[in-house]
């Protein structure tokens, strides 16, 4: 079996990723930040490393002696007021790491740099399915897929010109149990499956797949990924209202009935626009989330299929599993509550 490292494996795509890598027997190291939370892997037969992707020393000692690297690091905050953070982070954190991969690696060269990228990289329009053929114009997008698109090209430009073995996985949302950080997604399965979701917004579909099948993907990447390559990375379009339904009927509770038209929607986050700018502060609904959410158009995840060998389930069985996991998670905290 592969020595592998996971860099970013207390997120909740990388610990799926690092729980995959031991039950299939390799050998494996994760590197995680000193204030990371860890549950999602406490308990995993792995080597830890403590430091960030600026950490050159602790980078180099982790990636010295592996075959395959897993990049799961992201700043995700697609609504901050000031985006300086995303491009800290998903730009020029990403570059360093790949200056110390290429480094480390002059000698005994990687497998696979697998790294995690987002599959608003990928140019989409209304009435029509995308591939990784398709590419995105920045000047129309928001800070956030600005910062993404950047990251992976850094990676695709680090195969093309130094070498490095790296392939580039355009992950959608994804769905699943053991959403320990409670994502924005991950909160609204658990809203619908305690019966507190007071309505959904209608007019937003979004493109989803569940996180275990994509943790499934980045490890074949290793395999057969092809290096300089992108792959998308998605099950398939499903609506917030389907979602939400979905979470409550496994958790046994009635799904919202009410829901919220899209121009109530828009004046929402034109609010929260407008709030941000005179208060100074970060609204997660803002005009430019909201158009972020509205970006959507069929993916073709048909590459992934053929080239690595993916076979997803259905993302509804991990919508399901990720409303039982909220389920159980407030039971055995109740339970703890009353035994205490």
């Given amino acids: 079996m592969s020595t592998a490292l996971v860099i970013g494996a207390n997120g909740f795509l990388g610990s799926h990723v690092t729980r995959r890598l031991v039950a299939d027997g390799h050998d494996v190291r994760v590197m995680v930040r000193p204030t990371a939370r860890t549950v999602g892997i406490d308990g995993l037969s792995v080597k830890r490393f403590i430091g960030d992707i600026w950490d050159d020393e602790t980078l180099r000692e982790a990636m010295t002696g592996c075959d395959d690297v897993y990049y799961c690091v992201v700043d995700a905050r697609g609504w901050l007021r000031d985006p300086a953070p995303l491009f800290r982070t998903n730009v020029h954190g990403t570059r360093n790491v790949?200056?110390?991969?290429?480094?480390?690696?002059?000698?005994?060269?990687?497998?696979?740099?697998?790294?995690?990228?987002?599959?608003?990289?990928?140019?989409?329009?209304?009435?029509?399915?995308?591939?990784?053929?398709?590419?995105v114009d920045v000047r129309r997008v928001t800070p956030y897929v600005r910062s993404r698109v950047q990251g992976e090209e850094l990676v695709l430009r680090y195969a093309r010109e130094r070498g490095l073995p790296a392939v580039a996985m355009c992950v959608s949302t994804t769905y699943g149990s053991g959403d320990w950080g409670r994502t924005p997604?991950?909160?609204?399965?658990?809203?619908?499956?305690f019966g507190k979701l007071p309505f959904v917004m209608s007019g937003i579909e979004l493109e989803a797949v569940g996180v275990d099948d994509a943790a499934r993907?980045?490890?074949?990447?290793?395999?057969h990924g092809r290096p300089g390559e992108r792959y998308l990375i998605s099950e398939k379009m499903i609506s917030n209202a389907e979602v939400a339904r979905i979470a409550a009927e496994a958790a046994g509770v009635a799904p919202p009935k009410r829901s919220m038209p899209l121009p109530v929607s828009y004046a929402l986050a034109a609010l929260g626009s407008a709030k941000s700018r005179v208060r100074g502060t970060d609204e997660r609904m803002s005009l430019e989330s909201l158009r972020l959410m509205r970006a959507e158009a069929p993916l073709d995840h048909s590459k992934a299929v053929r080239e690595l060998g993916w076979q997803p389930r259905p993302v509804e069985e991990s919508?399901?599993?990720?409303?039982?996991?909220?389920?159980?998670?407030r039971k055995a905290k109740r339970e703890s509550t009353t035994t205490t």
């Fill in 98 to 135: 790949l200056d110390v991969a290429v480094d480390v690696t002059r000698d005994i060269p990687l497998r696979r740099f697998v790294f995690t990228s987002s599959y608003v990289t990928v140019g989409r329009r209304r009435g029509r399915r995308a591939t990784e053929e398709d590419v």
């Fill in 185 to 193: 997604h991950g909160a609204i399965i658990a809203g619908a499956a």
């Fill in 217 to 223: 993907a980045i490890l074949l990447a290793a395999e």
């Fill in 319 to 329: 919508i399901a599993e990720a409303a039982r996991f909220w389920v159980s998670l």
